[in-house]
């Protein structure tokens, strides 16, 4: 079984700052791509930032030069860096990882629970 269990997540002014941390577990022989996806009432999940194992990263237009997605191949952990948030940033926030559990295995999907961003003054 692998999990993603994320954390960070919370309440906090516009202009204000939050780092979100996804960590996986279980039976896992290595990690591909891990990103942050969101999802706000009403709309559907959008992608928000991935980065590859050998850390390149992609960003959705929208978070470029606010949020940072970093992570630490030895802990298995994907972060997002989320500065300069705006009213619209607030969403349901989802790490996902593409896993693979053995050598040679299929290349699986997990997500994680989900962690709330709430931006409000």
């Known amino acids: 079984q692998v999990q993603l269990v994320e954390s960070g997540g919370g309440s906090v002014q516009p202009g204000g700052s939050l780092r979100l941390s996804c960590a996986a577990s279980?039976?896992?022989?290595?990690?591909?791509?891990m990103g942050w996806y969101r999802q706000a009432p009403g709309n559907q999940r959008e992608l928000v930032a991935t980065i590859t194992s050998g850390g390149f990263t992609e960003y959705v237009g929208s978070v470029k030069g606010r949020f940072t997605i970093s992570r630490d191949n030895a802990k298995r952990t994907v972060y997002l860096q989320m500065n300069s948030l705006k009213f619209e940033d607030a969403a349901v926030y989802y790490c996902k990882a593409n896993v693979y559990k053995t050598f040679g295995s299929r290349l699986l999907e997990v997500w994680g629970q989900g962690t709330l961003v709430t931006v409000s003054s």
């Open positions: 279980g039976s896992i022989f290595s990690v591909n791509v």
